[in-house]
């Protein structure tokens, strides 16, 4: 099993900045994959940005956050960041994190936590 917990969500002005982290606890295997995805109210979750956990760290992110979003991964810490620059109203969602050992079908989830754009 896999723990996943998630921090650094909240309330932040269009324009601005947050940080969000992701730490994962329990039977974690390399090589991983470990991912941001985000759903807001009537819509379906997506991907924001996956990382993996090899030399350098493979990334992919979705059209709508390139160039504002970066992701990245402490390896020793089993821990995914999300920074995110220039926020928009419509990157209001819960931003959910995601773990998956690469070749494996199961995957893990955090609980989410909210992130609100708002002047």
């Known amino acids: 099993q896999v723990q996943l917990v998630e921090s650094g969500g909240g309330l932040v002005q269009p324009g601005g900045s947050l940080t969000l982290s992701c730490a994962a606890s329990?039977?974690?295997?390399?090589?991983?994959?470990m991912g941001w995805y985000r759903q807001a109210p009537g819509k379906q979750r997506e991907l924001v940005a996956l990382?993996?956990?090899?030399?350098?760290?493979?990334?992919n992110y979705a059209d709508s956050v390139k160039g504002r979003f970066t992701i990245s991964r402490d390896n020793a810490k089993n821990t995914a960041y999300l920074q995110m620059n220039s926020l928009k109203p419509e990157d209001t969602a819960v931003y959910y994190c995601?773990?998956?050992?690469?070749?494996?079908?199961?995957?893990?989830w955090g609980q989410g936590t909210q992130v609100t754009v708002s002047s």
């Open positions: 995601k773990y998956n050992r690469l070749g494996y079908v199961n995957d893990y």
């Open positions: 990382i993996t956990s090899g030399s350098g760290g493979s990334t």
């Open positions: 329990g039977s974690i295997f390399r090589p991983y994959a």
